[in-house]
């Protein structure tokens, strides 16, 4: 009885022996295939942190692509003036926008569920002035052109606060 006893111990040993090394071997290639899947999102983050700083680089600090301007209250009075092709998008909510808006001004809210279908369907060729209360709206809408490669389009950096302020005229 006691060979018996012993013959089953070993038997059972060398089984989960062997299930215990699989089961090792399963749990070492799964940690492997996270690390590694853990690394690519990483890197995927690390790309999309450069592609951002890449896009703000080019459209706000160097300003070396043409297609997108920064510009005062000033220059943003003078390029209406000038420009009768220029058109004009209040990047505010529709209760901002009644409250006082540049006149001919074009509403598309920036915070809107369907911003981006309406900005896609704009033509690309046109030249744009985007403004908003300070800039975060419009910032937002010039990213999407840029993104989108529309040919011209301008931000008014100072907003329509200081627009008023300048003393230029707002229509309700």
């Keep these: 009885m006691k060979q018996k006893q012993k013959g089953l111990f070993f038997f059972l040993i060398m089984i989960f022996g062997g299930v215990t090394s699989s089961v090792k071997g399963c749990i070492t290639q799964k ?3 996270d690390t590694v899947g853990i690394n690519y999102v990483e890197g995927l983050r690390q790309q999309k942190r450069k592609e951002k700083k890449m896009i ?3 459209i706000y600090l160097d300003n070396n692509d043409r297609r997108v301007k920064k510009v005062t209250v000033i220059e943003a009075s003078e390029l209406i003036g000038e420009m009768p092709e220029l058109t004009i998008i209040d990047a505010r909510s529709s209760m901002m926008y009644n409250a006082g808006h540049i006149e001919g001004a074009q509403l598309l809210d920036a915070f809107s569920d369907n911003t981006n279908k309406i900005v896609a369907k704009l033509d690309k ?6 403004y908003c209360t300070t ?5 937002m809408l010039v990213k999407l ?3 989108l490669n529309f040919k011209e389009v301008y931000m008014m950096d100072e907003g329509i606060e200081k627009w008023k302020a300048s003393g230029m005229p707002v229509v309700k």
């Design 31 to 33: 940690i492997e295939k």
């Design 56 to 58: 703000n680089n080019d």
């Design 125 to 130: 060729n046109r030249p744009y002035l985007v």
């Design 135 to 139: 800039h975060v709206r419009s910032d």
């Design 145 to 147: 052109m840029y993104l």
